[in-house]
């Protein structure tokens, strides 16, 4: 298994502009999810995804848009770029385990200028 | 509201020492607790989680964690440190009746030789 796999590792954008970070995970994972990492903020969860045609949004989703339509695929859509959105991103699968609780996974991260 | 948090920012610690990177937490009903740890350039690793029964948890790379609920407290610690678990080390607890994890800030630990 390849895991959960993001693209691009690394983007530079103008403000204005988008672009969609893709996130893909070959685990057959129903659960996944959408994080920034910002210095000295933590993780912030930006959109969620319990399966296959259901999203919601988490703490911080403005600017963001994401959907599912597959179970595989998890893209998150930056619709005009500004440079508050100047972080690191990572996408991040999970399953329950024989406690029924999720243990996320997470991708290697893309890490997006905005200028 | 469920938050969890780490007091500090960095730890610094000498090779072959026990180390501790605290967490504390506030959640409603019971607690799912989880450590996870970012090596440079790399997204999470999941370490450990506590979801009921021992207050000792055992992880991956020899790390354990130490539930304490009177405390609210569920911080990491390993008896001997290695240069190589030198990383950012994030604490979370799962929002009940959801999927979702809210994080702590992140603490750098830093083991010198």
């Given at each position: 298994n390849?895991g ?5 590792k690394?983007q530079?954008?103008k ?6 970070l ?5 685990m ?6 959408w994080?920034?990492q910002?210095p000295g903020m933590?993780?912030r ?5 319990v ?5 919601d949004q988490g ?8 959907s599912?339509s597959t ?8 619709l005009?770029?500004?440079p508050s959105?100047?972080?690191?991103y990572f ?5 329950p385990?024989?406690e029924g609780q999720e243990t996320q996974?997470f991708?290697?991260?893309?890490r997006l200028?905005?200028l | ?11 610094n610690?000498a ?5 501790t990177v ?11 607790l ?6 440079p350039?790399?997204g ?5 989680k506590?979801?009921t ?6 992880g991956s ?9 009177s ?5 990491l610690?390993k ?6 678990d ?5 604490c979370a ?7 979702k994890?809210?994080f702590?800030t992140?603490?750098?630990l830093?083991?010198f030789?």
């Amino acid at each position: 298994n390849a895991g959960v796999t993001q693209t691009p590792k690394f983007q530079v954008l103008k403000t204005g502009q988008s672009m969609t970070l893709q996130c893909a995970q070959d685990m057959n994972h129903e659960y996944m999810s959408w994080y920034r990492q910002d210095p000295g903020m933590g993780l912030r969860l930006i959109h969620y995804s319990v399966g296959a045609g259901i999203t919601d949004q988490g703490e911080v989703p403005n600017g963001y848009n994401v959907s599912r339509s597959t179970t595989e695929d998890f893209p998150l859509r930056l619709l005009s770029a500004a440079p508050s959105q100047t972080s690191v991103y990572f996408c991040a699968s999970s399953f329950p385990d024989r406690e029924g609780q999720e243990t996320q996974y997470f991708g290697p991260g893309t890490r997006l200028l905005v200028l | 509201a469920q938050s969890v948090a780490q007091p500090e920012d960095q730890v610094n610690v000498a090779e072959g020492n026990p180390l501790t990177v605290k967490c504390t937490y506030s959640v409603s009903g019971n607690p799912y607790l989880f450590w996870y740890v970012q090596y440079p350039n790399r997204g999470l690793q999941f370490l450990l989680k506590y979801i009921t029964g021992d207050n000792l948890v055992k992880g991956s790379y020899g790390f354990e964690a130490e539930f304490n609920k009177s405390q609210t407290s569920f911080h990491l610690k390993k008896p001997s440190a290695l240069v190589s678990d030198s990383a950012l080390y994030f604490c979370a607890v799962r929002e009940p009746n959801t999927d979702k994890l809210i994080f702590g800030t992140g603490t750098r630990l830093q083991v010198f030789p």
